[in-house]
Each structure stands twice: as structure tokens, then as C-alpha cells.
């Protein structure tokens, strides 16, 4: 599965983006897939993920009630719609893909896309 994002860029405090992930190679719908996000400096983090159907959904404890994973399968895309940003929003954003997601490692992983939130 190859991934691709876009969507990223700079926005003030407050703003929102929505970053959209393309699938190729594979099949997406029979594809968990998720986010993960990286600031200067840290460790790579986990943002988001939803089933292969979209009926789970998982949050990291700093974005609940502010971002929303979702997907069309039909369209072979992934989304995040991030709301209320917080500078400390500011990170490297990778769309990741797999078909079985163990002990939370993924199999796929975009190249990333940068999100800019100043204050």
C-alpha cells in the first residue's frame, strides 16, 4: 500500500485543517488505518485510527473533541479534520495503513506532512 498525503500547512491558534491520505496498491477497505504525528525534538506519537469499516475509532487523549478520523473507502481516502488547534499541534503529520495492527505497530506509512499552528 503505498500513502500519500496532503492537506498540511501553517494556521494560527484556533484554526482548522483537514489532511487527507490517498491509498494506492492495495485494497483500502480492508486497511485499519490511522495517524501519527512527530514535533521537533520528540518521539512520534499516535493521533488517530479507524477501522476498516469505520465503525471503531480511537483518539489520542490530547486531540479527543478536537480532531475526527474518518474515511471513504470508495474514494480510497483518509481523513483528519483537526479543529482548534493548538500550537502545540505543531508536528510532522504520517497517514499509516494495515491490514492487522499489533501491539500498535503498523505495517505502511506515508511520507508525512507538515502542520505549522502559531500562536
Known amino acids: 500500500v503505498q500513502l500519500v498525503e496532503s492537506g498540511g500547512g501553517s494556521v494560527q491558534a484556533g484554526g482548522s485543517l483537514r489532511l487527507s491520505c490517498v491509498a494506492s496498491?492495495?485494497?483500502?477497505?480492508?486497511?485499519?488505518m490511522g495517524w501519527f504525528r512527530q514535533a521537533p525534538g520528540k518521539d512520534r506519537e499516535f493521533v488517530a485510527s479507524?477501522?476498516?469499516?469505520?465503525?471503531?475509532?480511537d483518539y489520542a487523549d490530547s486531540v479527543k473533541g478536537r480532531f475526527t478520523i474518518s474515511r471513504d473507502n470508495a474514494k480510497n481516502t483518509g481523513y483528519l479534520q483537526m479543529d482548534m488547534l493548538l500550537p502545540e499541534d505543531t508536528a510532522v503529520y504520517y497517514c499509516?495503513?494495515?491490514?492487522?495492527?499489533?501491539?500498535?505497530?503498523?505495517?505502511?506509512w506515508g511520507q508525512g506532512t507538515q502542520v505549522t499552528v502559531s500562536s
Open positions: 479507524i477501522s476498516w469499516k469505520g465503525g471503531s475509532r
Open positions: 499509516v495503513a494495515s491490514e492487522i495492527v499489533t501491539a500498535g505497530q503498523w505495517d505502511y
Open positions: 496498491g492495495r485494497t483500502f477497505s480492508n486497511y485499519a
